[in-house]
């Protein structure tokens, strides 16, 4: 069974830092897309980073942009998200998603994602 599993999420001030990981098992195909979005509520869901694993390149919302990092280990399939200098404005749930993509970069839309993690809670305070 395909299952992409979150965890890291927390409670932290602002300004602090923490490191979400997905890990991804019982997959057959290639799913060489592996993205972070974020729901805060009454909010859309958004992409705030995306890697294509094979190729290892990463794209970041302009919110996050220098703040986070995403990151990718084959060895583990797993997927890393570092986030540093965290805002009150990054708390929401942070969803991992992947898909298998095969011409041109990665999408950033979440309609495009058809695999998809529980979630995992971060929230910061002010």
């Known amino acids: 069974q395909e299952r992409l599993v979150e965890s890291g999420g927390g409670s932290v001030q602002a300004g602090g830092s923490l490191r979400l990981s997905c890990v991804a098992s019982?997959?057959?195909?290639?799913?060489?897309?592996m993205a972070w979005f974020r729901q805060a509520p009454g909010k859309e869901r958004e992409a705030v980073a995306i890697?294509?694993?094979?190729?290892?390149?990463?794209s970041y919302s302009d919110s996050v942009k220098g703040r986070f990092t995403i990151s990718h280990d084959d060895d583990q399939n797993t997927v890393f998200l570092q986030m540093n200098g965290l805002k009150a404005e990054d708390s929401a749930m942070y969803y991992c998603a992947s898909r298998s993509q095969v011409i041109g970069p990665c999408a950033g839309a979440p309609s495009k994602y058809i695999r998809w993690g529980q979630g995992t809670q971060v929230h910061v305070s002010s």
């Open positions: 019982g997959y057959e195909d290639n799913y060489n897309c």
């Open positions: 890697i294509h694993t094979s190729r290892g390149t990463t």
